[in-house]
């Protein structure tokens, strides 16, 4: 009996490293993984394979934010937060897949809403933990501001506005934290500009179009229909944290 039960763990652990280097390769080679999911031979096949690539890097952004959420309150055990979490950026994903055929749409480039999924999901969320670990301190800060108002017990609009004046107050301060914040935003800034110059190229490439047309309908869908997503997505993950942390973990960051 304990031999089967070591073999499940080590065939558990050998599945889930397995996945974690299938993630890492993709993070490595985002053009040719790219590429291996547009060559999937049906819709359903490059969807389903588009989705297992995000779900993995879900579950290490999870990991990723572990430290930060374990003093709030929120564990691996948090299920409904998780789940409601996830819920929100699978339907935010499938927006942003519609949003950016939309736009390639409006300027003639007409992409199979499977394929543009996979091109956003290889080349954008494919990265969400490193896009989470450069935020970290951003996030710091968050969950500080976010425990204190929740310990002060104010609503909706009295959090936004506890909000305002204390990111006032921190960009005076402009201590090591808000340093670091602004260095990651440039790097964010410089990798989204990067992942957009993937997806144009390849979309040009995929559907014989020139760059400059394949640019003009990227930056409409990136810069007019993708900001009100993320924004809605925003605010859902950041209610459901405000629902789910406890309280006790207030931090010293917010005085």
Same mark, same amino acid.
Not at 108 to 121: K, L, Q
């Given at each position: 009996m304990g031999s089967v039960t070591i073999k499940d763990f080590e065939e558990t652990l050998n599945r889930l490293l397995g996945l974690f280097t299938d993630w890492l390769s993709a993070a490595l080679h985002p053009i040719g993984k790219c590429q291996s999911l547009l060559s999937a031979p049906t819709e359903e096949g490059r969807l389903r394979e588009s989705m297992s690539l995000w779900a993995v890097s879900f579950v290490i952004s999870v990991a990723v934010f572990f430290p930060l959420y374990h003093p709030y309150g929120i564990g691996l055990a948090s299920l409904?937060?998780?789940?409601?979490?996830?819920?929100?950026? &699978?339907?935010?994903?499938?927006?942003?897949?519609?949003?950016?055929? =939309?736009?390639?749409?409006?300027?003639?480039?007409?992409? +199979? =809403?499977? #394929?543009?999924? !996979? $091109?956003? &999901?290889?080349?954008?969320?494919?990265?969400? +933990? /490193?896009?989470?670990?450069?935020?970290?301190?951003?996030?710091?800060?968050? =969950? @500080? /501001?976010?425990?204190? @108002?929740?310990?002060?017990?104010?609503d909706l609009g009295q959090t936004i506005g506890f909000f305002k004046s204390q990111a006032v107050i921190l960009a005076r301060r402009q201590d090591l934290a808000y340093i670091a914040s602004k260095i990651s935003s440039w790097l964010l800034l410089a990798g989204s500009c990067l992942s957009s110059s993937f997806m144009v190229s390849t979309v040009a490439e995929r559907y014989s179009v020139p760059k400059v047309k394949s640019f003009? @309908? =990227? !930056?409409?869908?990136? &810069?007019?229909?993708? +900001? +009100?997503? !993320? /924004? $809605?997505?925003?605010?859902?993950?950041?209610?459901? #944290?405000?629902v789910f942390i406890s309280v006790g973990g207030t931090s010293a960051l917010t005085h």
């Open positions: 409904e937060f998780h789940l409601s979490v996830i819920l929100y950026l &699978t339907l935010g994903l499938i927006a942003s897949g519609f949003a950016i055929q =939309f736009g390639l749409k409006i300027y003639g480039i007409r992409a +199979p =809403f499977s #394929e543009v999924v !996979a $091109i956003y &999901t290889a080349f954008v969320m494919c990265y969400q +933990p /490193l896009v989470n670990l450069l935020c970290y301190f951003g996030y710091l800060r968050f =969950f @500080a /501001l976010l425990g204190s @108002a929740k310990a002060q017990g104010l003009s @309908a =990227f !930056a409409f869908a990136m &810069t007019i229909l993708l +900001p +009100p997503i !993320a /924004l $809605i997505e925003g605010l859902l993950v950041a209610y459901t #944290e405000y």
